[in-house]
């Protein structure tokens, strides 16, 4: 029980990230050795330090050893015009494990301290396609918002954006007053998923990025 308060506190911020006060500038090491992507409140360009320098458009999150009913989304992203696909846009995308909570394997660095283990990066292919295999995320303990993921893009030009969070149709928090309360771009970003076996779910999202 005594953790409670900074869990609360942690699902808190990660509920509006993106959403209300976003810290545009560009990410810094200090002199004194402070990595100042390790705060709740980074800006956004720290979500995009970690990354591999190779990357597919497949994103992979979860590996089989974690608990979970396994998700499979796909997705084009197209450029404003709705119509022309949009390549090598990378999408980084982190959300909460099999209980709700941002757990950590304790070898997070930067932002991802915040984020947990659960996180990745992908690049959209010449036809604008993605993918990310990972888990079904769980709601916060407090469960008073959808289970959700959130996500970042990183433009070619070097614009980077939050995008308005993953969320499943089948969840009964996904209603009227959870939509009037998204203020980000990228469609409303909820998913009909579909079945596709015992523990398999797989769903769909188009995103369009305005100029």
């Excluded at 002199?31 to 980074?42: E, H, I, N, R």
């Excluded at 197209?78 to 494990?97: E, L, M, N, R, W």
Aim: some cysteine; overall charge negative.
């Amino acid at each position: 029980m005594k953790s409670f308060p900074i869990l609360a506190v942690a699902s808190l911020w990660m509920c509006s990230c993106g959403q209300a006060k976003v810290n545009t500038s560009q990410p810094t090491i200090v002199q004194d050795g402070k990595d100042t992507c390790d705060d709740p409140d980074a800006n956004i360009n720290c979500c995009f330090l970690n990354m591999p320098q190779k990357l597919t458009s497949e994103m992979n999150i979860a590996d089989a050893n974690e608990p979970g009913l396994r998700l499979e989304l796909t997705g084009t992203i197209f450029q404003s015009d709705g119509k022309t696909p949009y390549p090598g846009v990378i999408i980084y995308a982190y959300h909460t494990d099999n209980n709700g909570l941002y757990s950590k394997k304790e070898n997070e660095t930067g932002v991802q301290k915040w984020h947990g283990h659960l996180h990745g990066w992908c690049k959209t292919d010449e036809k604008g396609n993605y993918a990310i295999h990972t888990i079904r995320p769980a709601r916060y303990p407090d469960n008073t918002i959808p289970a959700h993921i959130h996500a970042a893009v990183k433009e070619p030009s070097g614009k980077v954006s939050y995008i308005n969070d993953f969320v499943f149709k089948d969840d009964s928090l996904v209603n009227e007053k959870y939509i009037s309360s998204l203020t980000l771009m990228g469609g409303n970003g909820i998913i009909d998923l579909v079945k596709k076996g015992t523990f398999i779910y797989a769903g769909k999202r188009d995103i369009t990025l305005p100029d």
